[in-house]
């Protein structure tokens, strides 16, 4: 179609640059349906997409999140499944349609403590941390400290993942030794088959 869409403007007074009606936002008010194009180089929530899990690493320890403390951090302890049932902590994977073409699913992290979600993200000094609040529907650009590649570790293992941070190109979620806990961290590595490297995520 020819013609420039303004956002927020009606449709019946606009012309759309896009045949594809999975590249719009639409919302509506008042019985009038407005449409806005979505941005490029943006990654967007799918909705209803999202999946609660549990992470473990290659030892098979599972993920634990203290997202409320002072220096929020999450580690890798050995559970049993009593333990893990009782844990008031949730960790959820939330996809998202990235405009760019790169390898892997882009994903976000949460946490949900009670009545509160906290998200997780990546800091410019190669640490993670946990921030209170959800997902965000949208996020512009091509980087973003919430967002993750989620690729399959290896051909034929069917359950285990990696994740590289789509902020620090080259860093992927590691479980590592830290003062006597095996923290979840961030790692830079160009080795693909780094076993520290390996999640195994299964649905909780």
């Not at 019985?31 to 490029?40: A, D, K, L, P, V």
């Not at 949730?90 to 892997?104: A, L, M, P, Q, W």
């Not at 994903?107 to 965000?136: H, N, W």
Request: charged share 30%; aromatic share 12%; with cysteine.
């Amino acid at each position: 179609m020819e013609g420039q869409a303004q956002p927020d403007q009606p449709a019946s007074s606009c012309t759309l640059t896009t045949n594809n009606l999975d590249e719009l936002f639409i919302k509506e008010e008042n019985g009038i349906f407005y449409f806005q194009e979505w941005q490029t180089d943006s990654f967007r929530k799918y909705e209803n997409n999202n999946l609660q899990v549990l992470f473990e690493n290659s030892l098979n320890d599972t993920l634990v999140v203290y997202p409320d403390v002072r220096e929020s951090y999450a580690e890798f302890r050995s559970q049993t499944m009593q333990e893990r049932h009782k844990d008031t902590c949730k960790v959820n994977i939330h996809e998202y349609r990235d405009t760019s073409f790169r390898e892997g699913v882009s994903i976000a992290i949460t946490v949900q403590k009670e009545s509160k979600t906290y998200i997780m993200y990546c800091r410019t000094d190669t640490t993670l941390g946990f921030k209170e609040g959800p997902a965000p529907l949208n996020i512009l650009g091509v980087k973003s400290e919430y967002i993750f590649y989620k690729r399959t570790f290896s051909e034929g293992d069917v359950e285990a993942y990696s994740f590289e941070s789509s902020l620090l190109t080259g860093y992927f979620l590691a479980s590592k030794e830290e003062n006597g806990l095996r923290k979840l961290s961030l790692k830079r590595s160009q080795d693909q088959v780094d076993e520290s490297l390996r999640m195994i995520v299964r649905d909780n």
